[in-house]
């Protein structure tokens, strides 16, 4: 078994983490949250969607929040796409990256994207080739490959044929996500083993939302098989509007906190996470869902107070 020795995360607090959330958040607020993980290091930021806003509200500010945000050398900052006119919408916007997003069940398809797994992919090229000519990053990312929230098991080969036709597309990476966090650590090896098969290891991405707790357990079921790329949220924020009762996603600090325990670097300062993890909580009036967060805060607030 040999580790990585440097794991790349991209962080999906203010898209993912937000999306779902009932009170709007203010772009001010956002583009300040933004601004906070740029400072603790983060070099891969999914910052929002270009969907409909009658679908995700709580996205419809994209282009604003993206108008706010420093850049700093070296800063890949993605958007959401279904469709070519959210890739139009995302172009304009100035994003580094655009990220599809398909899936592995056809329930959660027709739910999250209105459309057929096969209707996705042709929509999803003519957004690759967009992509392509303007010279930016394509990710694709993957739901339900771990289960689905209606249609429950999704077999292996479902996962394999998506990432396979995804990659056809010409994607630079793609994320396999456990949309509902249902996954455990044998069943997500051989998700990623079966996709590694088809696509390069190096450019698979792990996407885990932690509603059962197994997400940790999981980003080290990956590490093991050579997985070097994981999507996380700070605090914890997070969940899918078309995924009733699944929470958010890993959060960050848990997934730092894991890393550098094990000597993997990230490139990520993990106080500034910490204090950007209670910092967002705080500001949506969320209970902090990162353990390693709170965990931290705590001990610091200890030595202050003694
Ligand atoms: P549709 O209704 O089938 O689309 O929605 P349409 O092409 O028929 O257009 C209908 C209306 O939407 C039109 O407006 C379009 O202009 C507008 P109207 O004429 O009615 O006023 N529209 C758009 N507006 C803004 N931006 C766009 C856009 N496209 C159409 N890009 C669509 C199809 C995909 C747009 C819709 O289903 C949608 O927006 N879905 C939202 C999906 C979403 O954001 N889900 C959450 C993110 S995915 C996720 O969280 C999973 C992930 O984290 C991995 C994991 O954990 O599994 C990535
Ligand atoms: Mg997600």
Redesign the pocket.
Known sequence: MSLPTRVHLTE?GPR?GL?NEAQPVPAATKIELCRRLLDAGVRALEVT????????PQ?ADAAEVLAGIPRPAGVTLSA????M??FE?ALAAGVDEV?I?G?ASEAFSQK????SIAESIERFRVVAEAAKANGLRLRA?V??ALGCPYQGEVPIASVVDVVQRLGDLGCDEI?V???IGVGTAGRVKAVFEAVGAVYPLARISG?F?DTYGQAIANILACLEIGVARFDSSIAGLGG????KGATG?VATEDVVYLLHGMGIETGLDLDRLVDTGQWISQAIGRVNSSRAGKALAAKRAVAVAG
């Open positions: 999906v993912d999306q969607s270009f969907v409909s806003p009658k679908w995700v996205m959401l796409a279904p469709n006119k959210g919408g990220v997003f899936a999250n994207i209105n459309c990312a739901s339900t994320g996500a456990d949309t996407h939302h899918c509007p078309y995924a996603n």
